[in-house]
């Protein structure tokens, strides 16, 4: 089906203008004729409609965000099926991707941070309490309306308690800047899987650059299980650069155990007043944000020859055998 605007899908929602296109789909703005009130409709592209694990992610993420009604959710209001073409009307948030923030400004005030966060937070805390794990929390999955105010958006690989999985046995989901180590080990997600997201964005917000950046999504996935996270610079007040480090921790049980532990810790930061002078710096122990960022014995960094692989990426080979001897590696390099 040709989508442009003034298309009406569902005889009641008029296509206006294109918002923005991603690997899956499009997103208009346009109007509900019904209700008089606009709306944005997600569209799912022709190419993505023919494949099953795509038209999947779309429904999937049309039933989970549907059952979640909080301000820091962009809400779910209609899914429907067109001539073949599978859409899905969502509020329109008058706002842009925070991603777009971090592209113009490159780093963001403390302040203004911590009010992101904590939306961002009191809307996992939402969906996790539903049972919702969104998988997938990055930059451009956060829009930020007026007042900094935070709507979660594209729950199409997220996973309810309550469901299969929409992958294959050991694949990965989500984007590789941003995926928390026990999910590059092909493990479950948790809410502290989508916390260390979050941190990673708190990272990149402060400092201008992700902390793991790699050629390949590959590397970037082996640097998170590896990788010690590089100490952020001095400026950062101390409050917030131990918070970041704990969220980044890659064993999961050491990070704030939920959203509202996030919340908890946000509202007892102490922050440096803008443009003040950080103390001189002290040498390094064992209590420093730098080494409460490091890995722990069970993730200790590794010489690049022997770094741990994630199964769901690695080679038949590499992959550990948890019911057997581990295998001997063959000569054969990772690119061949």
């Known amino acids: 089906m040709s989508i442009s605007s003034g298309t009406t899908l569902g005889g009641r929602y008029v296509l206006t203008s294109l918002l923005a296109v991603g690997g899956m789909g499009e997103v208009w703005r346009g109007t509900d004729s019904e209700l008089d009130r606009p709306v944005a409709v997600k569209v799912l592209k022709d190419g993505a409609a023919a494949n099953e694990t795509f038209l999947k992610r779309f429904r999937n993420e049309a039933k989970n965000a549907a059952g979640l009604a909080h301000e820091n959710i962009a809400q779910v209001l209609d899914y429907g099926d067109q001539d073949g073409t599978a859409y899905l009307v969502m509020e329109l948030v008058e706002g842009e991707p925070l991603s777009t923030i971090i592209e113009r400004e490159?780093?963001?005030a403390e302040d203004r941070l911590v009010r992101i966060m904590a939306g961002t937070a009191r809307g996992l805390a939402a969906a996790h309490a539903a049972g919702v794990m969104h998988?997938?929390?990055?930059p451009g999955n956060l829009l930020i309306a007026e007042?900094?105010?935070?709507?979660?958006?594209d729950f199409g690989v997220s996973r309810s308690t309550d469901q299969t999985t929409l992958t294959q046995t050991g694949m990965v989901m989500g984007t590789a800047q941003y995926l928390a180590p026990e999910l590059a080990l092909g493990k479950p997600a948790t809410p502290a899987s989508d916390l260390y997201a979050l941190g990673i964005i708190a990272f990149e917000s402060v400092n201008g650059k992700?902390?793991?950046?790699?050629a390949t999504a590959v590397d970037i996935a082996i640097a998170h299980v590896n990788d010690p996270v590089p100490p952020l610079p001095g400026t950062v007040s101390p409050d917030l650069a131990r918070l970041i480090g704990d969220l980044l921790e890659k064993n999961p049980k050491k990070r704030p155990r939920t959203a509202a532990d996030l919340l908890a810790r946000l509202d007892s930061l102490?922050?440096?007043e803008p443009g003040a002078t950080p103390p001189p710096p002290t040498a390094p122990s064992n209590d420093s944000p730098a080494s409460a960022s490091a890995p722990s014995d069970g993730a200790r960094t590794r010489g690049r020859g022997g770094r741990t692989m994630p199964p769901s990426i690695a080679p038949r080979e590499y992959r550990p055998r948890p019911d057997g001897p581990p295998r001997e590696r063959s000569g054969r390099s990772v690119g061949q």
């Open 270 to 272: 102490t922050l440096r």
């Open 147 to 153: 007042g900094d105010v935070v709507r979660i958006t």
């Open 106 to 108: 490159r780093t963001l």
């Open 210 to 214: 992700r902390p793991f950046t790699a």
């Open 135 to 138: 998988r997938d929390i990055k």
